[in-house]
């Protein structure tokens, strides 16, 4: 039977199969092939005597390591306009993320009740000037939320951004259940929730959420420098155009990116993340932001 780990505790792993929840180990083979499981792994178990086994565990698409979660078709970005007010490099290196880990991005700009004309909004423009779709949501009243229930079907989403978001108040309202702790650190000392939990995969209108945030760390490591243009969709249309066969876009002349950016074609904040990013790979400070 085929079926996807949801769930890893002490050496058991809980395989969703069609409407069941299955309790299994994992056969001794892993082991020696230095193999573990990990939540979000497509695998083929079989049962005997109401004992599960993973008999195989299928290739990976991707792997994140903090979630420890595999298979992620998708990220929903969160930030919120403001309180905290977006950080553009930050969001930014959370697309590259997602296009280095060939994961789909969604970005949802939450807490639309605190800006008047967030429509306007310099993050909000970038994003659209990327290509990249996005959703508006006020999580506390529950505006958007439809929308992103909508894009979970067929998909195992993780959800990221930075602390304060509104990450947990809208996974939780999507679940209909405290899933996620919300509410800031101090409330969460005082109750004295110190246990570390393994992340799982919740199920939501016939999809997957990770119930603990992604990209926690953020770290990449590019093969090279010339890699980077890669994971900028919006150069991709370009692509050949410029006047130097292999142009960085960078001090090259006649570079139709820096054209398209000079005529607010490309917007230049995503330049100049880009420039930015360009010269920390130069410099080799490329492994740590
Ligand atoms: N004004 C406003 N506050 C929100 C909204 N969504 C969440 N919050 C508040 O923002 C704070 C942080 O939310 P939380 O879900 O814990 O953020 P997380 O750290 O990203 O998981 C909480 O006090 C929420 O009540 C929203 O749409 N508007
Ligand atoms: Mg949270
Ligand atoms: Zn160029």
Redesign the pocket.
């Known amino acids: 039977m085929e079926g996807i780990i949801i769930k890893g505790i002490g050496g058991f792993y809980y395989v969703k199969v069609k409407d069941q929840v299955i309790e299994c180990k994992a056969r001794g083979k892993f082991r020696k092939k230095g193999l573990s499981p990990i939540v979000g792994d497509k695998v083929d178990i079989t049962l005997k005597n109401n004992k599960g086994s993973i008999e195989e565990i299928y290739e990976r698409n991707n792997e994140l390591i903090r979630p420890l979660v595999s298979n992620i078709t998708q990220a929903l970005v ?1 930030f ?1 306009l403001k ?1 905290p007010d977006v950080n553009l490099d930050l969001l930014n290196k959370f697309l590259l993320q997602c296009e280095l880990k060939k994961i789909k991005a969604i970005v949802c700009f ?5 800006l008047e004309k967030y429509q306007d909004d310099k993050a909000v423009k970038m994003i659209k000037n990327a290509g990249y779709e996005y959703i508006f ?5 529950g505006i958007g939320l439809e929308k992103i229930k909508n894009k979970l079907k067929n998909n195992v989403t993780v959800f990221c ?10 996974l ?1 309202q999507l679940v209909g259940s405290e899933v ?5 650190i101090s409330e969460k000392l005082k109750r004295g929730k110190h246990t570390t939990r393994h992340s799982q995969l919740v199920e939501i209108n016939e999809g997957f959420v990770v119930d603990t ?1 992604g990209f926690s760390t953020l770290e990449v490591k590019f093969e090279s420098k010339e890699e980077l243009q890669e994971y900028f969709p919006e150069f991709w249309e370009y692509e050949n155009q410029c006047k130097f066969k292999g142009c960085m876009h960078y001090k090259e002349p006649e570079c139709i990116i820096k054209k398209a950016v000079e005529e607010n074609i490309i917007d230049s904040n995503r330049y100049k993340f880009y420039i930015k990013t360009l010269e920390e790979i130069i410099k080799g400070e490329k492994n740590k932001w």
């Open positions: 969160v919120s309180n939450n807490k639309t009740d605190l949501a006020n999580a506390k009243k951004g930075q602390s304060g978001v509104g990450k947990s108040t809208i939780n996620m702790e919300t509410g800031n945030p």
